[in-house]
T-cell receptor, first 111, second 116 residues
Framework: KQEVTQIPAALSVPEGENLVLNCSFT??????LQWFRQDPGKGLTSLLL?????REQTSGRLNASLDKSSGRSTLYIAASQPGDSATYLC??????????FGSGTKLNVKP | GAVVSQHPSWVICKSGTSVKIECRSL??????MFWYRQFPKQSLMLMAT?????????EQGVEKDKFLINHASLTLSTLTVTSAHPEDSSFYIC????????????FGNGTRLTVT
């Protein structure tokens, strides 16, 4: 069974800092990996989707990398803002459109 | 863009009663929807796959008689928690299959269920 782990569980940084969130998975036979954002009491918003053939994806201040062989992915957030405060989840497929989720990293960006 | 609407956003019920949660695809037809559960400080766990016009597929350890799923139309799936108990208190989220061949990018906003 696939296990997805995220570290750290929580992170608090001052505004403007660059930061890295980590995700690891035990079964490297994945065809993609997604990063999601979850605001308190809300659903999920997809941030980035990396196909297994890609090494990274970028969207604005976000950059996600994928190293299948080592079972790792990172989400890099540049110049963090208070509006980035949320829980960030990584997920790998467990069949068509179904996912295994990590437990998330709760980010707090202080003004 | 495609939107998934979930209702209610929160509900409080007494132990022993049943609660129905709705998941609607607003501007697309969803042949498949997925129901997840999230306990505090834990990850989302897939409960079941809801298939339009057929029985839902439940994940191991999820009681199908307790969590009734109905997907009677291409835009609506419902999850009914029957005879709810305090341990059923959780955050329930649905997602919809857009049928485009890529992973769904749209989840509902979730339902916070509290059983007293």
């Amino acid at each position: 069974k696939q296990e997805v782990t995220q570290i750290p569980a929580a992170l608090s940084v001052p505004e403007g800092e660059n930061l890295v969130l980590n995700c690891s998975f035990t079964d490297s036979a994945i065809y993609n990996l997604q990063w999601f954002r979850q605001d308190p009491g809300k659903g999920l918003t997809s941030l980035l989707l990396i196909q297994s053939s890609q090494r990274e994806q970028t969207s604005g201040r976000l950059n996600a990398s994928l190293d299948k062989s080592s079972g790792r992915s990172t989400l890099y957030i540049a110049a963090s803002q208070p509006g980035d405060s949320a829980t960030y989840l990584c997920a790998v497929p467990r069949g068509f459109n179904k996912f295994y989720f990590g437990s998330g990293t709760k980010l707090n960006v202080k003004p | 863009g495609a939107v998934v609407s979930q209702h209610p956003s929160w509900v409080i019920c007494k132990s022993g009663t049943s609660v129905k949660i709705e998941c609607r695809s607003l501007d697309f037809q969803a042949t498949t929807m997925f129901w997840y559960r999230q306990f505090p400080k834990q990850s989302l766990m897939l409960m079941a796959t809801s298939n339009e016009g057929s029985k839902a597929t439940y994940e191991q350890g999820v009681e199908k008689d307790k969590f009734l799923i109905n997907h009677a139309s291409l835009t609506l799936s419902t999850l009914t928690v029957t005879s709810a108990h305090p341990e059923d208190s959780s955050f329930y989220i649905c997602s919809a299959d857009l049928g485009t061949g890529v992973s769904p990018l749209h989840f509902g906003n979730g339902t916070r269920l509290t059983v007293t």
